[in-house]
């Protein structure tokens, strides 16, 4: 195996370099999609790679790729990168660290003057997290053919979807709504680098996780319906509450995530609340919930038990109840090939490895529907806590996910002789 | 006793044709505080009063006063009013026919050629509902003296905090900013006629309710400081979810409520969630919740039940809650003489009538504090509901309230013998 290790201490300092853009008090980072400080870090990429003697491309939804060009230009890239926002108070790592691994893998390889056959693509996609807008891997989708480019670049702002931005006008004043067709091209293969944000690897002491596939999660919004009335002088006995309705829908969430095992999950994050004044008593609640697990059966059993839920408060509360399923993803199965091959490297290295399975959406799930994928996942400290301003990996922790990829991609890539 | 029973068709019409600013579809009216809508209600009340032969005074927080003089303009002058916002989706008679009941009573005066020793102002306060800006009864607080003008002034919209308008832009913007000192003196009585808002006149088929006083309330803003996490990889055994934990406090808040007899309440209908996206365990909710009785020492066993609630969801949920409190308000006893007068009145014209306490705050709360003030309700039908698109009283209704008005009126303004 030749030797390409990164250069670990570039690489911390770009990461941390960019990490400023949108930096928190608390040293996390804030740096919404399509936000004004979203446009500063994709510049200061974009930079970084025309430096690094890469050709920037920007596609219609907003992605960048980052070419090196290969010795056979008509070789299908190959691809590896992650995304630049953040959710609202998040962390300097969740997304950044595997954009900021496939540029210190281009430093790498210009630093020891190594060609490679294929073509390589750093890629930035737009609006991962699906914070600002919905749905979370918006950019990765669009390539992949799951989502349209129209109706995507009209969605508007959640948290103000009357006068907020589209994400067309959000695009164009960040100067990022590109000319170059979204997809229509099959990468040679995708390599995406995370940082695990949970507990698991710990566990286990791994510096590297290979992930070979993602749980199951179905997401839905439950519409809760009751009745807009007085807080003073409407009796308790009258009321129809959808707020009350809607707490107790959300304890029963709790509840079944934790009613199945280590492998259970159930979220309820997001409310639209009417009218949400302190003077009346809550007509409508709109609650953005899910329900995950690694078993297909098991959450069968969850989505269920969320029906049988929703119909339990309408009786108790006198509300109706809407449930509509406006999403779902997986179960993934990560190329074997590529799940193979990044297990092997890490080995080679001398990584301690273990396999595991992602919970959470990430680019490389559409990504693996149009070319083999593979991810790695680098050890995330202070108990795996993410999407928080305390996330945290060391500096070793994201070079030895580096030396990983590095070594993968070349291998995918394929290096021309000296 | 005179005969100036009013005009109830005229009332009726123009009741009907104010509530087409701001109508909704389904028959309601959603006219928030200085916003434009707001405005041209305004504008149309000011055009009837100067119709009416009134002089027009606009003060330092957008109060509106139309004086009708007084044979002896040193008087102070008898005031009679309400207010024409609403809350969101709120309905055409909730304040608003206090105000009409009022223009019609210097209508039906000015028709019989009625002068007055006493000048009668109409007033209209601002920002009653307190839905918009914080807190409610802002325009009769300042006016009293119980808040400052220029933190008033200064205060912003809840529902958009960082962009929205203050109280002083709001004004700005619709042309009413007066000019008038604020307060500063203090009227001969005041009046106020306002719907029921709930079932109570119903049961006994009254036909006009005499307000003697007021429960008692104390408003708190409850802070849930949890962990803000990543959805998917936390596992549920680790998590700190800010609003599962508000859940299960709204849940207590409830069931505080229903537990202390037919006149407790206690409501939890406005929240602030950090961050409020699909993909980040909420870190921080603030709940806006009150407790009501009219029973002191009740009300006092249910505070203290709220501060063991939070307890309790502290100790359940791993997360801390303080309780602020930021508001309070009764019990009102509103001044013997005038709940005389108008019982007396109301009993004089052959109305079905009875004494009632108001749960909610009303302007006449402020106001009882500067000079004699009463209040009488006219009733509501649909059940009583009120802050709804569903709110709903006859025209004889209001025809019947506003009669016991001009009486009242009239025997505290003085008639000037022909």
New interface residues.
């Given amino acids: 195996m030749r030797n390409i290790a990164v250069d670990g201490e570039r690489l911390w300092r770009d990461l941390m370099e960019i990490g400023r853009i949108g930096e928190t008090a608390k040293g996390g980072c804030h740096r919404l999609a399509l936000s004004a400080e979203d446009g500063h870090a994709r510049d200061l990429f974009c930079r970084w790679m025309r430096e690094a003697g890469c050709t920037i491309t920007v596609d219609g939804i907003g992605n960048i790729f980052a070419r090196r060009e290969g010795r056979d230009p008509a070789r299908p890239p190959v691809m590896v990168g992650s995304h630049l926002d953040t ?4 962390g300097k790592f ?1 997304g950044i660290a595997g954009v900021l691994a496939a540029v210190e893998v281009v430093r790498t390889l210009n630093d020891r003057a190594i060609r490679t056959e294929a073509p390589i693509e750093v890629v930035v996609w737009t609006n991962e ?4 807008f ?1 749905p ?1 891997t918006m950019g990765s989708q669009v390539f992949a053919g799951q989502q349209s480019l129209d109706a995507m670049l009209a969605r508007r702002e ?2 103000d979807p009357e006068r907020g931005a589209t994400v067309g006008e959000a695009l164009d004043r960040i100067g990022y709504r590109g000319t170059a067709p979204v997809g229509g091209r099959k990468p040679g293969c995708y390599f995406e680098l995370h940082i ?5 690897m710990a566990r286990d002491d791994a510096e590297i996780g290979i992930v070979t596939g993602s ?1 199951e ?1 179905r ?1 839905f919004v439950a519409t809760v319906e009751g ?12 009321r129809h ?1 959808a ?2 309705a ?3 829908l ?2 029963e969430i ?1 509840r079944i ?2 009613a199945h095992g ?1 492998d ?8 639209e ?11 409508r609640v709109m609650v ?1 919930c ?1 329900v ?1 697990h690694r078993d297909h059966a098991t959450l069968g059993r969850m989505h269920g038990d969320l029906v049988m839920a929703a119909q339990m408060v309408e009786r108790v509360h006198g509300v109706t109840v809407t449930l509509e399923q406006y999403g779902e993803f997986g179960p993934v199965a990560f190329d074997p090939g590529m799940v193979a091959l990044l297990r092997d490297t890490a080995a080679s290295l001398g990584y301690r490895h273990r396999d595991i399975l ?4 990430h680019d490389a799930v559409p990504l693996n529907t149009i070319c083999p994928a593979g991810m790695i996942f680098c050890a995330s400290r202070a ?7 305390r996330e945290w990996s060391e500096p070793a922790d994201v070079a030895a996910g580096a030396n990983v990829l590095a070594q993968a991609v070349l291998a995918r890539a394929g290096v021309v002789p000296d």
């Fill in positions: 959710v609202p108070l998040g969740d997290e699906g914070s600002r919905s979370f959640l948290l695990e944000q949970g507990p698991e749980f999660a997401y009745e807009q009335a007085h807080v003073g002088p409407t009796p308790m006995a009258v509450d707020l009350v809607a707490s107790r959300i304890l709790d995530g934790r280590v259970g999950r159930a979220n309820a994050p997001h409310l609340l009417h009218p949400n004044v302190r003077g009346v008593i809550p007509g953005s899910d995950r992602t919970v959470a959406g108990g795996g806590i993410s999407h928080n301003e």
